[in-house]
């Protein structure tokens, strides 16, 4: 079955750095496009970024472009999200997401929590 493991949340600084990842199996990960999402209490499941399946194109939201960074290892079966200069407002926990057979696959997210 399709599986994804996200790590490497915790608690940080504001201007501080974490690197999430998200190790998948159960499908061809070089095949589909991955994308991480995050979700703040009491409020509605957002894109963060997205990669597509050779790593080649990237897409960004608005509040994170230019300090986030997302790649992928298709050797490792494995996705990256890179966080720069974290601020408060990118509390939230942190979810992969894959689509690979018309149906929406999630982890089981990872907190990140932004304060001083």
């Known amino acids: 079955q399709v599986q994804l493991v996200e790590s490497g949340g915790g608690l940080v600084q504001p201007g501080g750095s974490l690197r999430l990842s998200c190790a998948a199996s159960?499908?061809?990960?070089?095949?589909?496009?991955m994308s991480w999402y995050r979700q703040a209490p009491g409020k509605e499941r957002e894109l963060v970024a997205r990669i597509s399946s050779a790593g080649i194109r990237t897409n960004y939201a608005d509040s994170v472009k230019g300090r986030f960074t997302i790649s992928r290892d298709n050797a490792k079966n494995t996705v990256y999200l890179q966080m720069n200069s974290l601020k408060s407002e990118d509390t939230a926990v942190y979810y992969c997401?894959?689509?690979?057979?018309?149906?929406?696959?999630w982890g089981q997210g990872t907190q990140v929590t932004v304060s001083s």
């Open positions: 997401n894959t689509n690979p057979f018309g149906d929406d696959y």
């Open positions: 159960g499908f061809t990960f070089s095949r589909y496009g």
